[in-house]
């Protein structure tokens, strides 16, 4: 049996979250024989994970490389005057069945060219831009439409490896992929989501200054119908949690199509041996990115420290995929006078760290349900978190221990509510524990899997 996981900006380029949840899925599946297709942004990303011997294949696929088509095909205008008439439906809300068009269009070519220099393509694009947006010049509306477009085309495009299943872990590029995989083969697609992809882009662009007007408003509107499209045509759809299983519907996906499929995690690998060390110890297990709102993290340090002499803070984790904003967490530090009581570690084994942490805390302002929760909680270790994702759930909604994204004061309360229960927080971390072991062992949720990957391949997903 052989599965073809489809990503987008994540593994194996990318560490912690979805990435690690993908190698904890390839090393745990060894007999079902992997391909890798990957959408990057940049050719020649060095990779961050080493490929189990079960990856049989990995295609990267660079979106912003011009992919010149390598095939021809006989009626093209047939196929331009079916995108036109699928265009104005798909771009109003609709969503049509692409599966007709898709198959007229082999792997290998690329319709971006076809689309600007024929007669019906530049009527399409003139029509869309007089009846969407009459009040910017055309120019702008021209370069939005062709940038949007042109990446659609290519994706659609791009030669898929052969597989008994196609997985896709996200909407987006690698669900549109999977999709047209799912046209041209007639194979099952699986689209696996952690977070909900439509969402996190939308973010993304209205907190962009260099998207703004028509462009923002159609970047919005592809990632939504594609996350539409993918969730009609896909043969299931998993999420990690109920609340966005229900968005999942509420956009589109059929309820007997969608089920909940949480994280796991490996149980004996995260259940430590504790070493109490003097002190009182807080750590940060993440990426030094913007979107771990690690300066969140520091400000709230602060806040301990002036009143917990002896506590020191670590920042465990890689501070090498956004330099600038590492530079920024560091000029805090030093400006807060608090650099000889925080640490940023970089790259560690982070057991090394559960074994002594006294609190775990989590300032992300974008989650799904974070593994480092689950790690901390089988360590023995307390959380304290922003409410982001399934987080509130996953700490019981005890407000003690919660805070609203960028809220470094709550955040620093709850620290040192921990640091002034440590009777009743040993309770909490007993019950945390058992509920971990019981609803969040990698092995079962691996068979879950195992199970799922064959009933699609039998046909009866």
Not at 67 to 72: A, F, G, I, N, R
Not at 120 to 128: I, Q, R, S
Request: a neutral charge; charged letters at 25%; glycine letters at 6%.
């Amino acid at each position: 049996m052989r599965v073809c996981i489809i990503l987008e900006g994540s593994y194996p380029y990318i560490t912690g979250g979805v990435s690690a949840w993908v190698h904890d899925l390839l090393l745990g599946l060894p007999e079902i024989e992997f391909s890798l297709f990957t959408i990057s942004p940049e050719p020649d990303m060095p990779l961050r994970y080493k490929l189990p011997s079960n990856v049989v294949e990995h295609r990267n696929f660079v979106v912003s490389d011009p992919h010149p088509s390598t095939v021809k095909v006989r009626n093209p205008g047939k196929i331009l005057k079916e995108i036109v008439r699928l265009h104005g439906r798909f771009f109003s809300g609709d969503v049509p069945d692409l599966s007709g068009l898709i198959q007229s269009i082999p792997e290998g070519y690329n319709l971006s060219k076809l689309a600007l220099r024929s007669q019906e393509g530049w009527a399409m694009v003139v029509e869309a831009n007089q009846r969407r947006n009459p009040i910017y010049p055309f120019t702008d509306y021209f370069w939005a439409w062709y940038s949007a477009h042109a990446l659609l085309f290519r994706v659609l495009a791009a030669p898929m490896p052969e597989a008994d299943v196609y997985h896709a872990v996200s909407t987006g590029f690698a669900g549109l992929a999977a999709y047209a995989a799912k046209s041209r083969k007639g194979k099952p697609f699986l689209l696996t989501e952690h977070g909900l992809y439509h969402k996190e882009r939308e973010m993304e662009i209205r907190r962009s200054s260099l998207v703004k007007g028509y462009q923002r408003d159609l970047w919005i509107s592809i990632y939504n119908q594609i996350s539409r499209l993918c969730y009609r045509k896909a043969d299931l759809i998993t999420a990690l949690f109920e609340e966005n299983r229900q968005y999942q519907m509420d956009f589109g996906a059929p309820e007997e199509r969608t089920m909940v499929l949480p994280n796991g995690i490996d149980i004996g690998r995260y259940s430590v041996q504790r070493h109490k060390r003097p002190g009182f110890h807080v750590g940060l297990v993440g990426r030094v990115v913007p979107i771990k709102d690690v300066k969140t993290f520091i400000l709230a340090a602060k806040i301990v420290l002036d009143e917990v002499k002896d506590a020191r803070f670590y920042c465990i984790g890689p501070t090498d995929e956004d330099p600038a904003y590492y530079e920024d967490c560091k000029m805090l530090v030093e400006s807060l006078r608090i650099g000889d009581r925080f640490e940023f570690t970089g790259r560690k084994n982070v057991l090394d760290y559960y074994e002594f942490l006294d609190v775990v805390a989590l300032t992300s302002v974008k989650e799904a349900q974070p593994l480092v929760i689950l790690e901390a909680y089988c360590a023995g270790i307390p959380v304290v978190s922003t409410r982001v994702g399934n987080v509130p759930e996953m700490l019981a909604y005890d407000d003690r221990f919660l805070a609203y994204a960028k809220d470094s004061v709550q955040i620093a309360k709850g620290i040192l509510y921990i640091y002034k229960h440590p009777e009743e927080i040993t309770e909490l971390i007993a019950k945390n524990r058992e509920k971990v072991l019981t609803f969040y062992d990698k092995r079962i949720l691996l068979e879950r899997i195992r199970g799922i990957y064959h009933q699609l391949e039998q046909g009866k997903g």
